[in-house]
Structure formats: C-alpha cells, structure tokens
C-alpha cells in the first residue's frame, strides 16, 4: 500500500486528474483473470492468472485485437477490426455485452481518465474516432495520417498521441479543438506509445526502424533513441512493438516482434539490461500487478509467455488461439 | 513529340488536412515529380490488360503514384514542401533525352521511369543536371544493374535476377530440383533464360533441358508451339516457363504431359508485390489502391507507390530539403523504408537497387516470401537475392563515394 500511495503523491504533483486514475482502480477487487485477443479465432482467451490455466473463450467480433479493462475493472473493451466495432466484455458474466459502432477498421484505442470518451484510431481511413461513452454515440473524427495505430490519452485530459505507421509521426491532438497541435517525426512505421510514470517522456517504438524514440512532452522533440542487438539476431528482424513500464518508474520492457525477444531496460539511463527470448513475433505485454510476472504474447507461434521478471526468464509457454495479438492482466 | 503535362490540383488540396493551417500559401515550396511513360509500351497494350497476367502490369501506374503523394502529404507539410506530380508521354523512347533536359531546366529533380530497358538507359545518361535522381520503376533488366547501371539510376522494381533466385530458392526448398525450362528465342527471354541459369547455379537448381517455345498454331513448328510434344520427353519435378510477357506461360499449367507443378511467367510466380498479402500493413496499402486505382495492385504500383515513399522518406530525414545531398542519403545504411512486406527496406550501395522481399505467389495467394527461412546471407539477409556486393559489373559506388 505504502508503494500505491507514493505513486498517488508523485501522481498528485503532475496533475490533480492524476489522483482520480490511482484510486479507482484499487476500489475493486480483481478478477484474477488473464486475457488474451486472438486475431484469427474471433475470441478473447481468458485463463487464471495463477496456474495459468484456461477458464473459457469469449466470442467476439472479428479480429479481436487491442484490449483495455475499465478503471473499476467491470468491463474489457477490444476493438475488433474487421467488425468495425469495440467490444464491450462484462468481467463478471465473461460475456460480450455491447457492440461499439466505431468506424472502419479500429486498430487501438484509448479512453480519458474521466472515462467518458473512447479514442479509436481507424486502420483503413487515417482517423481518429471519438465516441462519448456516456452518450454511447460518435462525436468527431479527426483526419490523421494513414494506417494510424498507437493511442494515448494523456493523463490530464489534454492531449491524444497518435502514431501513424504511414506518416512516420506521432500526431498531438488537442482534445478541447479537436485538431492537430504538432506533427512529431520519429522512426519508420510507429506502432505504439508509452508515458514514463513522470509523464516528461513519451516512448514510441518504431517497428521497421527497429529502434524507440523517446520524445520530451514538454518541448514535443526526440531527446534519444533506443537501438537493440540481441544476441544471434539479425538487424532487419528487430521490430519494436509492445512496451509496459514498471509503476516504480525505473524499468521497461519493450517486445522485439520478429527478432523473438523482450527487451529490459533501465528507463533512466537507457542501457538495455537484458534480452529474454520468448515466442515467434512477441507483440503484445503486460505486466501483473504486483509486477512479478510478465506476460508476452507470440503472433506466429501461438502462444503466450510468462516470464518471472525477478530472474527475467519464460517460466511457462501457454497455447493461446490463432494469432494472440493483446493481453491484459487482471490479478 | 506528344506531351503531356498537368499539375494534380488536388496536391494542393493536402495541404489543408488534419486541422493544420499554413501562413501562406507562397512559403509552400513545390517539389516536382515527373512520371515518364512510353505511349507504345506493349506492356500496356489493352488486351494484355486485360488478360490480367502474373506479375504483369494491369495498367498505368499514375494512380500509384497518386496514392504515394497523398500519403505523403504530413511528411511534405512537415517540412513546408508540396509534391506535385507532372506526367509525360514520349511516342519514341530517343524523344527521351530531350524531354529529360527540358524538365530538368524546370527545376525537376525526381523522375520516376515506367519504361522499358532500353528507355531507362537513354533517360539515365541524357541527364545534365548533377542532382537528378531516376527511379527505375518497372524495367527488370540484369544488364540495368549491371554493365548498364549508372550513378542517378536507382532500381525501386528487382531486378530478374531477384527473382530468378527467389524462385529457384523455393524450388530448391521444396526439392523440386529437377526443372524443364521453356522460354521462347526474343532477346529478352534469352536474358531471362540467363538470368534463371545463374540462379539455377548459385542455389543448387538442376536444369534438367532447356526448350524454345514459339506462341502459334502452325504444324510444322509444333515441337516448339505443342505443350504436349514440349514437355512429353523429359524426366523432371517442375516446369519453369522462362516468359517475360506471360502470354504463351499462361497456357501451360494444366496443359503439360506430367502431372507437375508449373512455376515462372505462369502457376507459382515470383513477384514484389501481390494484393493477396496480409501482413505487414499490406491489406490497408491494398485497399487504399483498391478505393483510387478501381483494380487490385501489382509489382509496377507497389514499385510507383514505392519511390514516392522513397522520396517523402527522404524529404522527412533532411532537416531542409536538399537535392545535392539526397542522394547519398538515401544509398547510406541508415536509410530505411518501410514496403509494408517486411524487413526495413534499404539499397544497395553497390547498384542501388532497393533490397526487397519477393513473393511466390499463386493467382490469389502468396504462397511464400524470400528469402525463405534457412537462406542465410552473412551481413543482410536480403543479399542472397539479386546482385551481391562484388557480383556483377557496376562500378558506382566509387563515383557516389566522391559525390558527398
């Protein structure tokens, strides 16, 4: 507890809204569940976090890909592709309960810290969708460039990061106008985006560049790169995808997708502590709550990785449906 | 000579997207991009369209081009650039010199080839301006790469020789060793030939005999125009069809004596690009081609597509967009390109062709992607296709050395 209420106090310094996103999630009990997207299956795999036996498969829409769980832990949205819908799971029956009418092709997404709005990045059509959950209905789309993928809602509410795998750029869009505030270059073909805990930086992994910008919030410029080399694998097949950071601040842990591996790295001096190999194109991960383990899910071995983050090592390798693609942890 | 030039208006249109106003329209510097065309290019003549042939051309490739420039249009505003895309058609490829200089004096730059070999090396050697930059989009010639290859000449399409390997690769992993090779007595099947022989060579393929074909129906050619007698003599595991135009190849598979798998012009054919692929971003490119161009996409869009990519990549790295330096930029191995086929595409600085994946593909299926797993290249894996450093006669990299 000691840990959760320091991270609330650094929290409380960044921005009041802050505060409101360390409590919410705390008030519930958890499921206890792991869930993972099968892009192939139609499905959302769940199993028992400890064990890691499976519980049951939840029918989806098509294409299940990015998952996010509600701050209370109720609810598991995941945006299904080739639906043209978010998902909306109950956690409680396991179940699909609602169907979001998204728009085209809905590759990731992210939702305000006040939980009332959903920010959809549209594959196909190079858009932003903004759909009020309160409203249950779509207010605004916001032209971005094409194959936009990462999306992040900034903690106090401010600001939407979208990487555009086409463009090579991070776009910030200003949430009260609704329009574009700066175009970020970065690598080629950015996939995803993480905040460090003090919200000064902003990672984004550059699939095909092979390397993570890290850009300064404040200023919106590149302040460095990361590049890896595992050992035994070849430049062209490092593919930086998923990152999950440690709520301590210190660590990070980057997917390598094609290069097989899972990168550590101290976040403060970015020296890559260690490489852990893990499936065929590690793509999505998470971590568990109290960050013991780490859970990575391999694209083109079906399968999922549990890693003990204490000896960074696979400690278990669970069959996981047809292309596992996201995984969220719930313990 | 017939011109023709027009500016795309809908350039201009771009620029207003994604809520980002300009100053003016004034500061907004334009950066030409000229296609060159061959209006007799029998690569395009329509019943050849029409026929929808294997890693064929289905049409021009203006539409590519288009798709390329929109989607380019952050990285342009980014830097306060608009491209703006100018299309010209020669009647006789020795009208190319001409047109070359001229747009040159405009103030064009970049200039994308859709042009058959021969036209590609008039284009290449006519330029006087030290910073244009030629993207040969569709002619596959060795010989390009080769003794022919010149210092503002960059390759976006492989060479046959990618693709020869690519296939051979295959047949090789699949164990089909043993191929019967039909080709017909033009030139450039006589290259193609070559090239498959070389590839042949270096993967361990066995050409088993070597047929002239000839499209046609008269009896007294018939051991050059029968299927039947071509392919009923011989012992082998496969059928290659060394066809560069694809029309005598199209007949073959289901027609040879053997019940044997027809690979090359027909049946499994490499390719460099193919509407069928799903990985790699490939379906959301398909599909935006698809929405503009009103026909799936081939090797020759994907290679339009491609160079503009090129180019924006390039304008996007530079801090001010600068002709004299892009070249070396781009040849240096830092410069990456993403194809939405994988691997982070670069060129080799030896020939400056673009490093690629290819693809066997099937009518309406990508079978699989080389280099095949287990094809090992001790510094990029992508140099097991086409011209390794050292192979082959091209002598420019020293030239490109100097130029920085």
């Known amino acids: 507890m000691s840990k959760f209420f320091k991270e609330c106090e650094s929290g409380l310094k960044a921005t009041a809204l802050a505060l409101s996103l360390c409590v919410i999630p705390q008030a519930e009990a958890s499921s206890g569940y792991v869930f993972v997207s099968s892009e192939k299956d139609d499905v959302v795999t769940v199993f028992n976090a400890e064990g890691m036996n499976k519980v049951t498969e939840i029918n989806t829409s098509e294409r299940p890909r990015a998952m996010k769980l509600s701050l209370d832990g109720s609810l598991l949205y995941v945006a299904c592709g080739d639906d043209d819908a978010i998902d909306v799971i109950d956690v409680s029956t396991l179940k699909v309960k609602q169907s979001i009418d998204i728009g085209e092709d809905p590759d990731r997404f992210d939702i305000s810290p006040d939980e009332k709005f959903l920010y959809a990045s549209n594959e196909d059509d190079g858009l932003v969708t903004v759909y009020s959950l309160e409203e249950n209905k779509k207010i605004a789309e916001i032209e971005v460039g094409e194959e936009p993928e ?17 463009a090579n750029m991070v776009h910030v869009i200003d949430i009260e106008s609704k329009e574009i505030i700066e175009n970020i270059v970065v690598g080629n073909r950015p996939r ?3 905040l460090t805990r003090d919200l000064t930086e902003l990672w984004v992994s550059n699939e095909v560049g ?12 590149q302040t460095a790169e990361l590049k890896f080399a595992p050992k035994g694998m070849r430049a062209e097949s490092i593919s930086p995808v998923g990152m999950a950071m440690t709520k301590d601040g210190s660590r990070a842990y980057v997917t390598l997708g094609g290069a097989n591996h899972v990168a550590v790295v101290d976040t403060k001096t970015h020296k890559i502590i260690d490489y852990i190999l893990v499936g065929k194109r590690a793509w999505g991960v998470s971590l568990n709550s109290d960050e013991t383990r780490l859970y990575v899910t391999n694209g083109k071995s079906d399968d999922l990785a549990v890693i003990d983050t204490a000896r960074l090592k696979v400690i278990k390798s669970v069959p996981a449906g047809r292309v596992p693609h996201d995984v969220v942890v719930d313990d | 000579m017939r011109f023709i030039r027009f500016l795309l208006g809908s350039c201009i249109l771009y620029l207003s997207v994604g809520g980002i106003s300009f100053a003016t329209a004034t500061e907004i510097q334009s950066v030409q991009i000229a296609l060159i065309e061959y209006e007799d290019d029998p690569r395009y003549k329509a019943n050849i369209i029409d026929a929808r042939y294997q890693a064929q051309p289905w049409g021009r490739l203006e539409e590519a081009v288009k798709l390329a420039i929109k989607e380019s249009r952050f990285a342009a505003q980014k830097k306060g650039l608009k491209f703006d895309l100018t299309r010209h058609e020669v009647a006789a490829l020795n009208e190319l010199p001409s047109l070359i200089n001229e747009l040159e004096a405009q103030g064009t730059y970049f200039f994308l080839l859709d042009l058959p070999g021969e036209g590609v090396q008039y284009v290449a050697s006519a330029a006087q301006h030290p910073s244009s930059l030629f993207f040969n989009l569709s002619a596959l010639d060795n010989n390009l790469r080769s003794e022919y290859c010149h210092s503002n000449l960059l390759h976006i399409a492989p060479s046959r020789k990618m693709l020869t390997d690519a296939m051979a690769q295959y ?4 164990k089909w060793k043993e191929a019967l090779v039909l080709y017909s007595d033009n030139e450039e099947d006589k290259r193609y030939l070559s090239s498959l022989q070389r590839s042949a060579k270096k993967f361990g393929l066995d050409i088993v005999s070597e047929k002239v074909f000839k499209l046609g129906n008269d009896p007294r050619d018939r051991y050059r125009n029968n299927i039947s007698l071509l392919t009923a003599k011989d012992d082998y595991d496969v059928v290659f069809v060394a066809d560069s135009k694809g029309e005598f190849a199209v007949d073959i598979p289901y027609s040879i004596v053997k019940p044997r798998p027809v690979v090359g012009a027909a049946g499994l054919v490499a390719d460099w690009w193919h509407w069928a692929w799903d990985r790699n971003g490939a379906p959301q490119v398909n599909k935006r081609f698809l929405k503009k161009g009103k026909r799936q996409m081939t090797g020759y869009d ?6 503009v990519k090129v180019i924006a990549e390039g304008v996007l790295r530079q801090d001010v967009f600068d002709p004299k330096n892009f070249q070396p930029m781009l040849l240096s191995s830092e410069f990456k390109v993403d194809g939405a086929k994988g691997y982070p595409l670069t060129f080799k600085p030896w020939d400056q062709q673009l490093r690629q994946p290819i693809f066997l593909t099937s009518l309406n299926r990508v079978i699989n992607r080389a280099p095949l797993e287990g094809f090992l290249h001790p510094v990029n894996n992508l140099d097991v296709l086409g011209n390794d450093q050292g192979e082959g006669q091209c002598k420019i990299s020293k030239e490109i050395g100097k130029k920085k």
């Open chain 1, 150 to 166: 990462g999306v992040l809602v900034s903690p106090d509410n401010r600001l939407v990061y979208v990487t555009s795998e086409v």
């Open chain 2, 302 to 307: 994907w290679s339009a597509w491609m160079a």
């Open chain 2, 171 to 174: 047949l090789v992993s699949k």
């Open chain 1, 192 to 194: 995803r985006m993480e």
């Open chain 1, 210 to 221: 092979g390397t993570i910008t890290i850009l300064d919030t404040a200023t919106f410029t």
